[in-house]
């Protein structure tokens, strides 16, 4: 266990177990320095970077700013709109243009699935990938593994459950290849218009009835209902959505079992999750948040004693 | 090449209480002084001698820190293998106080150059002293010197040193290696 097995971070479906690890040991030390007063540290100060946002980020984005700015990075931003995009230039020549003025990692978040592994393929740099369409978004699934660990402990065969829109969800298919590589089973939930029909190829359970699937559950990850990526009606109604699918807090009691509640956000209260189960004890929502900044360091820290 | 054998148990433990005596000598009751070991080398040396003083010292007020200058090195990026951290531990405010630097060997200064960068996130120290077991004289990089020295080596700089502890070695010792890596 000395260096990452892989050069850029495209999907969790690319990092073996070692690599979770050392991530997850690496986001310790990050943790406790971004917990000191003075939350700075000097080893990324000749690394430039470019955030490149095709796509809507409040939480992901401010981490990943905060966590070059923790290492001392320095970072430019893009984001699609009011860009050359739209005057017809491509992915390729835009991330060509922004390196060829000495930027040494990329971390783009992008709407077409796969747009980070084909960048990967076609550009000559580090490329951290911060969602991609309905693929992958790794370092969320880091960090929900990490903020889980550091509540229950190892995943060796603990049962966790992901619930909602599985099928338009980065945040699932990254989560579902991260807890398995811990050890971890997975069960996912939700109506089943919105659960793929091959899911069952990636050795994970089905359960269309949500109490049931939280009975064996040590923890519970809420999925938002992705309406900007749905073409068509899934469900009947969002009401009837949340009478099956909503974790309220009497879901939640009538289960004789402490069950972590997780949310990649941004959470819509009411609808997958109440505001009362959200703002639980049992909820790590915030944790979460905060272990992403220590994560993000983790992996450029990383990927950046790769760079030649 | 064997290695050659620069200190055993029983004169480290001489130097150790020494070291010890100094300190109590030079920082009268330790309520301004504490000690914050480098880590991972430095962690053990620093147990040992704050276990002396605090045998020695009517009011146990001395307190350890321990200080990981990982991400303030110099060769980030520079060698082959990635830097792996250890933890920092310091529960205990450092402003005005004067801060003893432990660290077992003394060889370039560039650890000490990290150390002193990294201490300043906790707080702005009194003054900064540095300690260390081992001083392989000549072939410093940077214009530091330590304020209490075990004893002075000299040594190529193609040569390692290397020390052991009971806690984690089996034996208290101080080995001189020959071109080793």
Request: aromatic share 6%; net charge positive; proline share 3%.
């Given at each position: 266990?000395?260096?990452?097995?892989?050069?850029?971070?495209?999907?969790?479906?690319?990092?073996?177990?070692?690599?979770?690890?050392?991530?997850?040991?690496?986001?310790?030390?990050?943790?406790?320095?971004?917990?000191?007063?003075?939350?700075?540290?000097?080893?990324?100060?000749?690394?430039?970077?470019?955030?490149?946002?095709?796509?809507?980020?409040?939480?992901?984005?401010?981490?990943?700013?905060?966590?070059?700015?923790?290492?001392?990075?320095?970072?430019?931003?893009?984001?699609?709109s009011?860009?050359?995009?739209?005057?017809?230039?491509?992915?390729?020549?835009?991330?060509?243009?922004?390196?060829?003025?000495?930027?040494d990692?990329?971390?783009?978040?992008?709407?077409?699935?796969?747009?980070?592994?084909?960048?990967?393929?076609?550009?000559?740099?580090?490329?951290?990938?911060?969602?991609?369409?309905?693929?992958?978004h790794p370092?969320?699934?880091?960090?929900?593994?990490?903020?889980?660990?550091e509540?229950?402990?190892?995943?060796?065969?603990?049962?966790?459950?992901?619930?909602?829109?599985?099928?338009?969800?980065?945040?699932?298919?990254?989560?579902?290849?991260?807890?398995?590589?811990?050890?971890?089973?997975?069960?996912?939930?939700?109506?089943?218009?919105?659960?793929?029909?091959?899911i069952?190829?990636?050795?994970?359970?089905?359960?269309?009835?949500?109490?049931?699937?939280?009975?064996?559950?040590?923890?519970?990850?809420?999925?938002?209902?992705?309406?900007?990526?749905?073409?068509?009606?899934?469900?009947?109604?969002?009401?009837?959505?949340?009478?099956?699918?909503?974790?309220?807090?009497?879901?939640?009691?009538?289960?004789?079992k402490?069950?972590?509640?997780m949310?990649?956000?941004?959470?819509?209260?009411?609808?997958?999750?109440?505001?009362e189960?959200?703002?639980?004890?049992?909820?790590?929502?915030?944790?979460?948040?905060?272990?992403?900044?220590?994560?993000?360091?983790?992996?450029?820290?990383?990927?950046?004693?790769?760079?030649? | 090449?064997?290695?050659?054998?620069?200190?055993?148990?029983?004169?480290?433990?001489?130097?150790?209480?020494?070291?010890?005596?100094?300190?109590?000598?030079d920082?009268?009751?330790?309520?301004?002084?504490?000690?914050?070991?480098?880590?991972p080398?430095?962690?053990?040396?620093?147990?040992?001698?704050?276990?002396?003083?605090?045998?020695?010292?009517?009011?146990?007020?001395?307190?350890?820190?321990?200080?990981?200058?990982?991400?303030?090195?110099?060769?980030?990026?520079?060698?082959?293998?990635?830097?792996?951290?250890?933890?920092?531990?310091?529960?205990?405010?450092?402003?005005?106080?004067?801060?003893?630097?432990?660290?077992?060997?003394?060889?370039?200064?560039?650890?000490?150059?990290?150390?002193?960068?990294?201490?300043?996130?906790?707080?702005?120290?009194?003054?900064?002293?540095?300690?260390?077991?081992?001083?392989?004289?000549?072939?410093r990089?940077?214009?530091?010197?330590?304020?209490y020295?075990?004893?002075?080596?000299?040594?190529?700089?193609?040569?390692?040193?290397?020390?052991?502890?009971?806690?984690?070695?089996?034996?208290?010792?101080?080995?001189?290696?020959?071109?080793?890596?």
């Amino acid at each position: 266990m000395s260096n990452l097995s892989v050069d850029n971070l495209l999907g969790i479906k690319y990092l073996n177990k070692s690599d979770l690890n050392l991530i997850f040991k690496t986001s310790d030390n990050f943790k406790e320095i971004i917990n000191r007063k003075i939350k700075k540290v000097p080893s990324l100060r000749d690394v430039t970077i470019a955030n490149l946002f095709f796509e809507n980020s409040t939480r992901t984005k401010l981490s990943f700013e905060l966590a070059q700015k923790r290492l001392s990075a320095d970072i430019v931003n893009f984001s699609s709109s009011g860009s050359s995009i739209s005057k017809g230039e491509t992915l390729i020549d835009t991330v060509n243009n922004i390196l060829s003025m000495k930027v040494d990692m990329i971390v783009m978040r992008h709407p077409n699935p796969g747009a980070s592994v084909f960048l990967s393929k076609n550009v000559d740099s580090c490329i951290i990938n911060a969602g991609d369409g309905t693929h992958e978004h790794p370092t969320q699934a880091l960090l929900d593994a990490y903020s889980l660990i550091e509540k229950i402990g190892d995943l060796k065969n603990r049962n966790i459950l992901i619930v909602g829109d599985i099928m338009h969800s980065r945040v699932a298919l990254s989560n579902i290849f991260a807890y398995q590589k811990l050890g971890a089973n997975v069960t996912v939930c939700g109506p089943k218009s919105l659960i793929p029909k091959s899911i069952e190829s990636l050795n994970v359970s089905v359960e269309t009835d949500f109490r049931k699937a939280l009975k064996n559950s040590d923890a519970v990850n809420m999925l938002r209902i992705q309406n900007e990526r749905m073409s068509n009606s899934y469900f009947p109604s969002i009401r009837e959505y949340v009478q099956q699918y909503g974790l309220t807090m009497s879901l939640l009691n009538s289960i004789n079992k402490e069950i972590i509640v997780m949310h990649p956000g941004p959470i819509n209260r009411g609808v997958e999750i109440t505001s009362e189960v959200a703002d639980s004890d049992q909820a790590i929502i915030l944790d979460q948040v905060e272990n992403g900044v220590a994560i993000r360091m983790a992996i450029m820290y990383l990927l950046a004693a790769k760079l030649k | 090449m064997k290695p050659k054998k620069i200190l055993n148990a029983n004169e480290i433990s001489t130097i150790l209480h020494r070291l010890s005596f100094q300190l109590i000598e030079d920082h009268n009751l330790f309520n301004d002084t504490v000690l914050i070991a480098i880590q991972p080398r430095g962690g053990l040396l620093a147990k040992r001698i704050s276990n002396l003083i605090n045998k020695h010292e009517i009011n146990n007020n001395l307190k350890l820190g321990f200080l990981d200058i990982t991400f303030f090195r110099d060769d980030f990026r520079r060698s082959e293998k990635v830097l792996k951290a250890s933890a920092t531990e310091i529960d205990f405010t450092i402003e005005n106080k004067t801060v003893v630097l432990v660290d077992d060997v003394l060889f370039t200064g560039r650890s000490i150059r990290a150390a002193l960068n990294a201490i300043q996130s906790f707080g702005r120290p009194k003054a900064i002293q540095l300690l260390t077991l081992i001083d392989r004289r000549f072939s410093r990089e940077l214009p530091i010197q330590p304020d209490y020295c075990g004893t002075q080596v000299d040594s190529r700089l193609n040569e390692k040193v290397i020390v052991n502890w009971d806690e984690n070695d089996g034996e208290d010792s101080v080995y001189l290696y020959k071109n080793k890596k």
